[in-house]
């Protein structure tokens, strides 16, 4: 069996919500690019509040390097309006690892967030979410 060497992912703008797809491995290379792929929905985002749904398929532990990066990002689209993040684990043997990581990142940066195991729940709690805070606002 050969594992990927980098994995991949795909960032899409829905309403509200920035609806990201994670493939496999999250190295640092694979982090660099995410980086620099999120700089323009983040922006374009820019004076709304709106939340961040990821999904990741697969074992996609990060390496030190890329969950530094992820840190910094999360920071980022903070600044820009994010206000929450529902993140989704699916077909992975290293699900408890990934919520660890996800876990210090999200914590580190005060950023309210839950993880689930199915997409539909995590849609609607973000969903939810962000309404009742932007009434809030």
Known sequence: M???EHGTYTIKPQGNILVVDAHG???EATAAD???DMYDPCEKFSG???GLLVTFYGNSVFTPEAE???VEVTRYRMKR????NAS?????????????QLRRIYQ?????FHVFSDIYSARNWLNSFVAEQSNAM
Do not use: R
């Open 34 to 36: 995410y980086v620099q």
């Open 2 to 4: 050969q594992l990927a």
């Open 88 to 100: 989704v684990i699916l077909q992975s043997s290293s699900a408890d690892l990934q919520q660890m």
């Open 48 to 50: 709304e509040t709106w």
């Open 68 to 70: 530094q990066a992820l």
């Open 81 to 84: 309006g994010m206000i929450g």
């Open 25 to 27: 491995p999250f190295n």
């Open 108 to 112: 580190s940066c005060n950023l309210t």
